[in-house]
């Protein structure tokens, strides 16, 4: 079946340093992807999406290209905050239009001032 | 807007013990869904509703049932509370099925089962 797969954290970064977070995922078709970020005592929240091959989420400085060839959308933001400490999932609906999300396991951001 | 709202934010139960846990949302959506958020796992959805009347199964709906009797609520039902039932619950909206309507979660409830 459908799957997420998100690299493993903790991940922890100073202030101002790069970040990539790698989502990769198994899917029939062409699903459409997602970043979801869920911040300390909150519900996650939409941070980006994409719903076809090459097309490229973008907001509040993070990034993610829909890579059809290495069914990938790893997350990327060039430079960090403190504010960015959060909990980031990876996400896919099937091609199939069933709207049921698969989540990843979600990655932890801690960034240090 | 108050958006999604989930009551109780903690609730501790005994083996045995049912309870309901609440969820209302103001957006008019017709999607609603309860998910449990579990270290390692990711979220798992347990039930979902398409609208008012209308309900289906998740990926883990054992031990849980859910009505939808107005488009404002969704409540989850624990029958008989078991230890692996400890988690994070939350519910989440969408104004429809389409890739374009993100999901609006609450802000969960921490349920422990002893």
């Known amino acids: 079946g459908d799957s997420v797969t998100q690299m493993e954290g903790p991940v922890t970064l100073s202030e101002e340093a790069f970040l990539t977070i790698n989502c990769t995922y198994t899917?029939?078709?062409?699903?459409?992807l997602f970043w979801y970020v869920q911040y300390p005592g909150e519900g996650l929240q939409l941070l980006l999406k994409?719903?076809?091959?090459?097309d490229k989420g973008s907001n509040k400085g993070f990034e993610a290209t829909y890579r059809k060839e290495t069914t990938s959308f790893h997350l990327e933001k060039g430079s960090v905050q403190v504010s960015d400490s959060a909990v980031y999932f990876c996400?896919?609906?099937?091609?199939?239009?069933?709207?049921?999300?698969?989540f990843g396991t979600g990655t932890r951001l801690k960034v240090l001032a | 807007n108050a958006g999604v709202t989930q009551t109780p934010k903690f609730q501790v139960l005994k083996t045995g013990q049912s309870m309901t846990l609440q969820c209302a949302q103001d957006?008019?959506?017709?999607?609603m869904s309860w998910y449990r958020q579990d270290p390692g796992m990711g979220l798992r959805l347990i039930h979902y509703?398409?609208?008012?009347?209308?309900?289906d199964q998740g990926e883990v709906p054992n031990g849980y049932n859910v009505s939808r009797s107005t488009t404002e609520d969704f409540p989850l039902r624990l029958l008989s509370a078991a230890p692996s039932q400890t988690s994070v619950y939350f519910c989440?909206?969408?104004?429809?099925?389409?890739?374009?309507?993100?999901?609006?979660f609450g802000n969960g409830t921490r349920l422990t089962v002893t």
């Open positions: 989440a909206s969408s104004r429809d099925r389409a890739d374009n309507s993100p999901l609006h």
């Open positions: 899917a029939t078709g062409y699903p459409s």
């Open positions: 994409a719903t076809k091959a090459d």
């Open positions: 996400a896919l609906i099937p091609a199939s239009g069933t709207y049921k999300y698969i």
């Open positions: 957006m008019n959506h017709e999607y």
């Open positions: 509703s398409v609208g008012a009347g209308i309900t």
